[in-house]
């Protein structure tokens, strides 16, 4: 079955940027989707179709796209930032990473 | 504004069928989108169950199909998921959400939002 495979962890300090890559073979020709998820909370989109974001989501959430790999990046990170981010895609079925766990120290 | 919310039993006894239904309030399912149910075991991942269309339409993860059931009730203006012979790892966070088309045509090329807040369902005798 398809995988999209996403480090487990990502530490960064305040002000600095996060990026969190999520990797599968079918990311060339589909989408990605990115979600934020605090704890006791449901998950929230931050990214679609790649790169879009949706209203209400700020600016320094910024997605892209490269062959296999798409990176969802947190630029300026705040402490409210500090969640695990999953991505989403496809191939035949709908499919979800593995989550990361962001740290902001 | 959208808003999903699920409603259930917490509790479900190994091999009976688990039943869960999300009320949608500020958008009539009756005029388009799919809408989906995703779950969360415990301290693990999210995992897609199914979704359905508007029109009835149904789709399943086929690690689940077997025994996944996924209704629409236009005139309650909620959906609703069945889930049969359960056992301790069927125990999850299980969330509704609505499942957006990226024009493609195929429905699992799209995304969630927003999502109900989430109800957890314990296997258990």
């Known amino acids: 079955s398809y995988e999209l495979t996403q480090p487990p962890s990502v530490s960064v300090s305040p002000g600095q940027t996060a990026r969190i890559t999520c990797s599968g073979d079918?990311?060339?020709?589909?989408?990605a989707y990115w979600y934020q998820q605090k704890p006791g909370q449901a998950p929230v989109l931050v990214i679609y179709?790649?790169?879009e974001r949706p209203s209400g989501i700020p600016e320094r959430f910024s997605g892209s796209s490269s062959g296999t790999t798409v990176t969802l990046t947190i630029s300026g990170v705040q402490a409210e930032d500090e969640a695990d981010y999953y991505c989403?895609?496809?191939?035949?079925?709908?499919?979800f990473g593995g989550g990361t766990k962001l740290t902001v120290l | 504004q959208v808003q999903l919310q699920e409603s259930g039993p917490g509790l479900v006894k190994p091999s009976e069928t688990l039943s869960l239904t999300c009320a949608v309030s500020?958008?009539?399912?009756?005029?388009?989108?799919?809408w989906g149910w995703i779950r969360q075991p415990p301290g693990k991942g999210l995992e897609w169950i199914g979704s359905?269309?508007?029109?009835?339409?149904?789709y399943y993860n086929p690690s689940l199909k077997s025994r996944v059931t996924i209704s629409v009730d236009t005139s309650k203006n909620q959906f609703s998921l069945k889930l049969s012979s359960v056992t301790a790892a069927d125990t999850a966070v299980y969330y509704c959400a609505r499942h957006h088309d990226d024009g493609s045509g195929s429905y699992y090329n799209g995304w969630f939002d927003p999502w109900g807040q989430g109800t957890l369902v314990t296997v258990s005798s």
């Open positions: 989403q895609s496809a191939d035949s079925s709908v499919v």
């Open positions: 179709k790649d790169s």
């Open positions: 079918a990311l060339p020709k589909q989408y």
């Open positions: 359905i269309y508007h029109s009835g339409s149904t």
């Open positions: 500020g958008y009539s399912i009756s005029s388009g989108y799919y």
